[in-house]
Structures are given as C-alpha cells and as structure tokens.
C-alpha cells in the first residue's frame, strides 16, 4: 500500500533481503514491447547489415533499462514521485520503440529525443539522490553529470543530418557506458544490492527468452500443420529451453555477495557488461527459429537465416563459456570448455550446413543445446559449494575459484 506521497530517495544497499517490487515488473513491460520491435526489425533484415542495425538499436534499448534498474537497485522508494518517473520513463521507452523499426533513417530523430528523454529523466532522479542521500552524494552527482552530458549530445543529434547523426549517438553511448567504469572511486561502499541484481537481470533474460517462444508460435500459426511443421515447433521450443536451462542452472547471486564482501567492484562490471552480448544473442535466436520455422521444408535453409540461428546461439554459448571461466556465475572450466566446444559445431554447422533442410538445421541446435543440458546434470554442483573470485593482481591474499571444477 502506498502510505508517502513524496518522500526523498533512500539507500538501499545494506538490506539483507531484497526483491523486484510490481512497479519493476510493470516497467519490464515496456521492454517486452522494446525487444520484439527490435526483432520485428531483424525479422525484416536478415543480413549482415541487419543484423549490425539490430545490435546498433539494441544497445540505447538496454542501457535505459540498465539505467533505471541500477539506480533503483540503490535508491528506489515506493511515493508517488518515483511512481510518475517511472510512467514517464515507460512512455519514454515506448517512444523508443515506436520509432525502432526506421531508427536508423527516417525515424531516427524521434528515437534519439525518446532515448534523451529517458536519460534526463534519470539524471533527474541521481540529482534528488545527491540531494538527499549524503553518502551517495558524489557517486550521485558523478552519475548525474556524465549521463548528462550523454543525453545532451543525443538530443543535440536531433539538430545533425544523418549520417554524422550517428557520430554523436556513438559519443553518448561510450560517455554512457563508461561513466559505471571510470567511477570506481565513488562506487567504494556503494556497491549494488547483491540478491536484488540477479533476479532483474533474469527477468531480463526472460524477456528476450519469450521472444524464441513468440516466435515458434507466430511460425506455426502461418503454416499448414504438417508432420515438418510440428517437428520445427518442438525443434525451435528446445532451443529456447536449452538455453533457459543453461543459463538459470548455473546464474545466482554467490559471486555479487564474494564481491561485496572483498569490495571487488570489478565483478559487478563484468556481471553487467558480459550480459549484454548474452541477451543480443538470446533475443536474435528468436528471430532465427521464426525464420527457420518459415522456410520452404522441402529446401535448403538459406545461408542468411542459417548463419542468423547458429550465430546467435554461438554468441550465447561464448558469452555463457567467459562468465562461467570467470567466474560471475557457476565457475567451472569444464563447463566453460564444453560451452565453447558447443559454439565450435555450430559455426560448423553455420558453414558447411548449406545442404540442409529448415529442420535438420533446427534439430541439430536443439541437440547441441540438449546436450549442454546432459552434461550439467551429469557434472551436478558440488554440495555447499563457494564461489570465490579468480586472483586479483596485487592482491595480499588472493582469491581462488572453488576446487573441483575442472572435471
């Protein structure tokens, strides 16, 4: 129940137990919207050049949402006032992708003034931290100016033809996503809620998850229900379920809670930054099975669509193999090597598959995602295990990874 009107932001980083509130879920919402206009596009583009847009458009459509839920994740607090700043981010969003589909030409105006907006409105919020929260004060106002400073060129852009438009989307995007590295010296006793951070980034995987799902169900409403068909449907479900499987299987919280304890800031931004080619890859694999799923059975599965679902997976598997060798989710290099030997058959198979049908094609990215499943139930986790942290140079007492792991 909503019981304050307005009232300033609060820390939030110190609580033991931390939750996505309904006012998060909602927002996501938006981002439902977002990623399937970004795949409608791609749908649209099945090229390498379609594919460079798509990842282009991708970029400003997560950084909002990274945006939003890192500041919620220290300050949110249920009053009205965030409540209307986050309506007006919603709409914001939505204005992003209303405009997505001709972001890069025609429409490329409305999609920078609707990305701009979204980022002043939280440079909005980071200056009522800063006011409000004297801890956090210069990581709030650090924040603030520099994401400022990115919106600023985004809304200049809307002022630049195309194509040098662009050169200053590209400035924003690197002041944006490189404010969180360059500020170290402010983050010091300010790191993210560490139960609070995995369970967004999984609703977000989530999101980009359901578009494979979407996408098995739009293939097969437009096609005659045929013996091929159902075998696509079942084919192109097990892609997606292998790779929810592989993913949620091994994803907590133990390495954001080592790193919290040790001050380990750097953890946080490989978490942050090694999921980005994750959930591209994951939102591209939906458009691959649709198109699969579309192709003429009886024929070769064209070279486009085939290199666009094995290489999108490929991207997951190599994203997945570098966080588990890391160690931000379950550290284990055995599960690291099999993750890239996997990558490995389907870029064969992107490359020398021209002979094969949509569903032999499809088939055998369902076998090897089933076979990633089989291997990790075989390994297991061990019982009670620790995630500890790879060695830091410099460090007086180095952190490992946990033993026996390398099987």
């Known amino acids: 129940m909503l019981t304050n009107w307005f009232q300033p932001p609060q820390l939030r980083i110190d609580e033991e137990s931390r939750r996505a509130t309904w006012l998060e879920l909602f927002f996501d919402l938006i981002f439902v919207v977002a990623v399937s206009q970004l795949a409608h596009k791609l749908y649209d583009q099945v090229s390498f050049t379609g594919f460079c847009e798509f990842?282009?458009?991708?970029?400003?459509?997560?950084?909002?949402?990274?945006?939003?839920?890192?500041?919620?994740?220290?300050?949110?607090?249920?009053?009205?006032?965030?409540?209307?700043?986050?309506?007006?981010?919603?709409?914001?969003i939505a204005g992003m992708a209303v405009n997505i589909h001709h972001g890069l030409d025609t429409?490329?105006?409305?999609?920078?003034?609707?990305?701009?907006?979204?980022?002043?409105l939280l440079v909005f919020q980071y200056s009522r931290a800063a006011r409000h929260i004297p801890q956090a004060r210069s990581l709030?106002?650090?924040?603030?100016?520099?994401?400022?400073?990115?919106?600023?060129?985004?809304?200049?852009?809307?002022?630049?033809?195309?194509?040098?438009?662009?050169?200053?989307?590209?400035?924003?995007?690197?002041i944006d996503f490189g404010i969180p590295l360059t500020a170290t010296e402010y983050q010091k006793g300010l790191l993210p809620q560490t139960e609070h951070l995995p369970e967004r980034f999984g609703l977000f995987t989530i999101i980009v998850l359901g578009e494979a799902i979407i996408a098995v169900v739009d293939g097969i409403a437009?096609?005659?229900?045929?013996?091929?068909?159902?075998?696509?449907?079942?084919?192109?479900?097990?892609?997606?379920?292998?790779?929810?499987?592989?993913?949620?299987?091994?994803?907590?919280?133990?390495?954001?809670?080592?790193?919290?304890?040790h001050g380990q800031l750097?953890?946080?931004?490989?978490?942050?930054?090694?999921?980005?080619p994750l959930v591209i890859g994951l939102a591209a694999t939906g458009v691959g099975v649709e198109q699969a799923v579309l192709s003429d059975p009886a024929l070769p599965l064209p070279e486009p669509q085939r290199w666009l679902l094995c290489g999108s997976v490929v991207l997951v598997l190599i994203s997945l193999a570098i966080l588990h060798r890391?160690?931000?989710?379950?550290?284990?290099?055995?599960?690291?090597?099999?993750?890239?030997?996997?990558?490995?058959?389907?870029?064969?198979?992107?490359?020398?598959?021209?002979?094969?049908?949509?569903?032999?094609?499809?088939?055998?990215?369902?076998?090897?995602?089933?076979?990633?499943?089989?291997?990790?139930?075989?390994?297991?986790?061990?019982?009670?295990?620790a995630v500890a942290l790879p060695p830091i140079p410099g460090e007086a007492e180095p952190l490992s990874l946990s033993e026996g792991h390398d099987s």
């Not at 429409?107 to 002043?120: E, Q």
């Not at 064969?348 to 990790?376: E, F, H, N, Y």
């Open 55 to 92: 990842v282009i458009l991708f970029f400003p459509v997560w950084w909002a949402w990274i945006g939003a839920t890192f500041y919620a994740n220290r300050f949110d607090v249920d009053d009205i006032g965030h409540r209307l700043l986050t309506g007006l981010q919603m709409l914001a």
């Open 107 to 120: 429409s490329s105006t409305g999609f920078a003034l609707a990305y701009a907006t979204v980022r002043f």
């Open 222 to 261: 437009q096609k005659d229900w045929q013996v091929s068909s159902v075998l696509a449907a079942v084919a192109g479900f097990l892609i997606a379920f292998s790779l929810w499987w592989i993913y949620f299987e091994n994803v907590g919280g133990s390495a954001l809670r080592m790193a919290a304890r």
């Open 266 to 276: 750097w953890v946080y931004q490989i978490w942050l930054y090694g999921h980005l």
């Open 326 to 385: 890391i160690g931000i989710i379950f550290p284990c290099k055995a599960r690291s090597r099999y993750r890239l030997l996997a990558a490995g058959l389907l870029l064969a198979l992107a490359v020398w598959g021209s002979p094969l049908t949509p569903l032999s094609v499809m088939a055998l990215v369902a076998a090897v995602g089933v076979s990633q499943i089989a291997q990790d139930i075989y390994q297991g986790h061990p019982p009670g295990y």
């Open 140 to 174: 709030a106002t650090y924040y603030g100016i520099g994401f400022a400073v990115a919106a600023s060129l985004w809304l200049l852009s809307v002022f630049v033809p195309i194509p040098y438009r662009f050169i200053l989307w590209l400035l924003g995007l690197v």
